[in-house]
């Protein structure tokens, strides 16, 4: 012990010592800031060489993949004062994603960089399939990150990103704005992660969701009443592409924000996935009685009839408990406590109720109880209908009744019950 404290003494008092400990602690991190340096990817840096993927949408309805890339590219009239991101779209097939990602380079000339991609669409063609034959490869690259949003949609992903619309001139930044986690938290859609998604397909239950991503028009032909009002812009159809549009060899590409019809983007409904195929699909009332159970609303909207009224909840809070009890009977129990107010209601209130929002007729409150119990009643025994555990009963099993799982795994969706409390209070 000794001779240690005297070693410490002398390095430190030599200064001898620490001049020459100084030099080889200087020059090891020269060496390794020089190795940084020379080992850096500079052939890549040039942005007139590199395709800023900012999305990819993936069609399979033959055995070969649709790949569509939104790419980011130079705008030169951006400098004169125009807002927004130019972009392109660049359409490849290939028998894998891979392959079909490297004929962006090929008939570009540009080399793809998923580093900036945080949207991955999914047709229809391939939701019916496993869509894990097509998103393995981005869960085997090491450029593109797990947390970027995954979503579905109804036709072709291609269509899906080439749509015109008013909100922003990248299709996929206006579609992340409907994916965002101020729409989940307020229960208008259930966004998911590439990463989510795959634990839930490799777990036990080997269920998922997406959000399916929607284009609407803008304004609809409505008359209600013998008022409706002939909107103008209204399309030949939904999905139609804009711009224009080359191939070549296995390969085409099109400008996105060409000519058509604008619209906007909605991710109300919410498709399930088991073994990687899209078995159902849920509404958006069912979407937001899933957000109740899954997630805590903040400021969400709920709104229902009563006595010849429309009234609209402003929920400020919500706190959901889903336990699972496994006995004579396997039951999973749905608890939600609710502080909510009145944001709207249809007809015209009188003074001393429009003062105070946070006041809720309490037989409003009631009915709001008595709705929303049963629909998430009615949402559990869809999904049981479909085998599906939309509920992560099987993982709750695992996790909590281990004991139980060898024996219950394989019956417990068939033969779970539920018992559901929904608790809604006014915010006084």
């Given at each position: 012990?000794?001779?240690?404290?005297?070693?410490?003494?002398?390095?430190?008092?030599?200064?001898?010592?620490?001049?020459?400990?100084?030099?080889?602690?200087?020059?090891?991190?020269?060496?390794?800031?020089?190795?940084?340096?020379?080992?850096?990817?500079?052939?890549?840096?040039?942005?007139?060489?590199?395709?800023?993927?900012?999305?990819?949408?993936?069609?399979?309805?033959?055995?070969?993949?649709?790949?569509?890339?939104?790419?980011?590219?130079?705008?030169?009239?951006?400098?004169?004062?125009?807002?927004?991101?130019?972009?392109?779209?660049?359409?490849?097939?290939?028998?894998?994603?891979?392959?079909?990602?490297d004929k962006i380079n090929e008939k570009t000339g540009w080399y793809p960089k998923l580093v900036f991609c945080k949207l991955i669409v999914l047709g229809?063609?391939?939701?019916?399939?496993?869509?894990?034959?097509?998103?393995?490869?981005?869960?085997?690259?090491?450029?593109?990150?797990?947390?970027?949003?995954?979503?579905?949609c109804e036709g072709k992903a291609e269509e899906l990103l080439s749509t015109k619309t008013p909100i922003d001139s990248s299709g996929a930044l206006a579609?992340?704005?409907?994916?965002?986690?101020?729409?989940?938290?307020?229960?208008?859609?259930?966004?998911?992660?590439?990463?989510?998604?795959?634990?839930?397909?490799?777990?036990?239950?080997?269920?998922?969701?997406?959000?399916?991503?929607?284009?609407?028009?803008?304004?609809?032909?409505?008359?209600?009443?013998?008022?409706?009002?002939?909107?103008?812009?209204?399309?030949?159809?939904?999905?139609?592409?804009?711009?224009?549009?080359?191939?070549?060899?296995?390969?085409?590409?099109?400008?996105?924000?060409?000519?058509?019809?604008?619209?906007?983007?909605?991710?109300?409904?919410?498709?399930?996935?088991?073994?990687?195929?899209?078995?159902?699909?849920?509404?958006?009332?069912?979407?937001?009685?899933?957000?109740?159970?899954?997630?805590?609303?903040?400021?969400?909207?709920?709104?229902?009839?009563?006595?010849?009224?429309?009234?609209?909840?402003?929920?400020?809070?919500?706190?959901?408990?889903?336990?699972?009890?496994?006995?004579?009977?396997?039951?999973?129990?749905?608890?939600?406590?609710?502080?909510?107010?009145?944001?709207?209601?249809?007809?015209?209130?009188?003074?001393?109720?429009?003062?105070?929002?946070?006041?809720?007729?309490?037989?409003?409150?009631?009915?709001?109880?008595?709705?929303?119990?049963?629909?998430?009643?009615?949402?559990?025994?869809?999904?049981?209908?479909?085998?599906?555990?939309?509920?992560?009963?099987?993982?709750?099993?695992?996790?909590?009744?281990?004991?139980?799982?060898?024996?219950?795994?394989?019956?417990?969706?068939?033969?779970?019950?539920?018992?559901?409390?929904?608790?809604?209070?006014?915010?006084?």
């Amino acid at each position: 012990m000794k001779k240690l404290i005297d070693k410490i003494k002398a390095f430190f008092c030599d200064d001898n010592a620490k001049a020459k400990n100084a030099v080889r602690y200087f020059l090891i991190l020269v060496a390794g800031l020089l190795f940084l340096f020379f080992s850096n990817d500079f052939d890549l840096v040039n942005v007139q060489q590199t395709a800023i993927v900012m999305a990819i949408g993936i069609d399979q309805e033959t055995q070969d993949f649709s790949v569509t890339a939104q790419i980011a590219v130079p705008d030169a009239a951006g400098a004169q004062g125009e807002s927004g991101t130019k972009t392109v779209n660049v359409v490849t097939q290939g028998k894998t994603v891979a392959q079909a990602l490297d004929k962006i380079n090929e008939k570009t000339g540009w080399y793809p960089k998923l580093v900036f991609c945080k949207l991955i669409v999914l047709g229809e063609s391939i939701a019916q399939k496993n869509v894990f034959d097509g998103l393995e490869y981005f869960l085997r690259d090491e450029y593109i990150s797990d947390n970027c949003l995954l979503s579905t949609c109804e036709g072709k992903a291609e269509e899906l990103l080439s749509t015109k619309t008013p909100i922003d001139s990248s299709g996929a930044l206006a579609i992340e704005k409907v994916l965002s986690s101020h729409a989940e938290r307020v229960g208008t859609c259930m966004p998911n992660t590439l990463r989510t998604f795959a634990a839930s397909y490799f777990g036990e239950a080997r269920c998922g969701f997406l959000p399916v991503v929607k284009a609407e028009p803008l304004a609809k032909k409505e008359q209600e009443g013998g008022q409706g009002q002939q909107e103008k812009g209204q399309g030949q159809g939904g999905g139609q592409k804009g711009g224009k549009q080359g191939e070549s060899q296995g390969g085409k590409g099109c400008e996105s924000g060409g000519e058509g019809e604008e619209k906007v983007f909605s991710a109300g409904e919410t498709a399930l996935f088991k073994d990687g195929k899209k078995v159902g699909t849920l509404d958006k009332q069912e979407t937001f009685c899933y957000a109740l159970i899954k997630n805590k609303l903040r400021l969400a909207a709920y709104s229902l009839p009563y006595d010849d009224d429309t009234y609209t909840m402003s929920i400020k809070r919500t706190t959901p408990k889903v336990k699972l009890s496994i006995g004579e009977d396997s039951q999973l129990q749905v608890s939600i406590a609710i502080t909510a107010g009145v944001a709207d209601v249809s007809k015209a209130q009188g003074e001393e109720d429009t003062a105070d929002a946070g006041d809720f007729p309490h037989e409003v409150l009631a009915v709001a109880e008595r709705r929303l119990t049963e629909e998430i009643h009615a949402l559990f025994e869809k999904c049981q209908a479909l085998d599906f555990d939309l509920f992560d009963a099987i993982d709750k099993l695992q996790k909590y009744e281990n004991e139980h799982f060898a024996d219950k795994k394989d019956t417990l969706l068939e033969e779970l019950k539920v018992s559901v409390e929904v608790k809604v209070g006014g915010v006084r």
